[in-house]
C-alpha cells in the first residue's frame, strides 16, 4: 500500500521559518513529479510547489523566493523549506505524488495520484 506521511508542521511566529517532510513508502517515487499543495479554511486547495524527474521546479507566485523544494531519492522523500512565513501562510500541508513517469510541474491536483493526510502550519503575526 503506497502512503505518503508529512511531519514537520507547527506553530511559528511571522518570519520564522519550518521545514516539512514528506516519506513516501510502498514503491518510490524517484521517476515522478511531486509537489506540495495547501488548504486554508474556507479557501480551496491550491499549489505550492512540485519538482520534477529531473528536479526541475515550479512554485506558486505567493511562495517564490520563500519556499524551496527538494528531493531525495535514497531516501524516498521530499521536502518543503519555507522562510520568512506570513501569517497567510497557514493552512494544511499536503504532498502528492503522481504515478506516471510522464515529465511535468503541474499545479493541477487532477494530475497526482497519491496524496498525504497533511500537516497543521500555522503563522501567528
Known amino acids: 500500500q503506497v502512503q505518503l506521511a508529512e511531519s514537520g508542521g507547527g506553530l511559528v511566529q511571522a518570519g520564522g521559518s519550518l521545514r516539512l517532510a514528506c516519506a513516501a513508502s510502498?514503491?518510490?517515487?524517484?521517476?515522478?513529479?511531486m509537489g506540495w499543495f495547501r488548504q486554508a479554511p474556507g479557501k480551496e486547495r491550491e499549489f505550492v510547489a512540485a519538482i520534477s524527474r529531473l528536479d526541475s521546479t515550479r512554485y506558486a507566485d505567493s511562495v517564490k523566493g520563500r519556499f524551496t523544494i527538494s528531493r531525495d531519492n535514497a531516501k524516498n522523500t521530499v521536502s518543503l523549506q519555507m522562510n520568512s512565513l506570513k501569517p497567510e501562510d497557514t493552512a494544511v500541508y499536503c504532498c502528492?505524488?503522481?504515478?506516471?513517469?510522464?515529465?511535468?510541474?503541474?499545479?493541477?491536483?487532477?494530475?497526482?495520484?497519491?496524496w498525504g493526510q497533511g500537516t497543521q502550519v500555522t503563522v501567528s503575526s
Open positions: 510502498g514503491r518510490t517515487f524517484s521517476s515522478n513529479t
Open positions: 502528492a505524488a503522481d504515478g506516471s513517469e510522464r515529465y511535468h510541474l503541474s499545479g493541477e491536483s487532477m494530475r497526482y495520484n497519491y
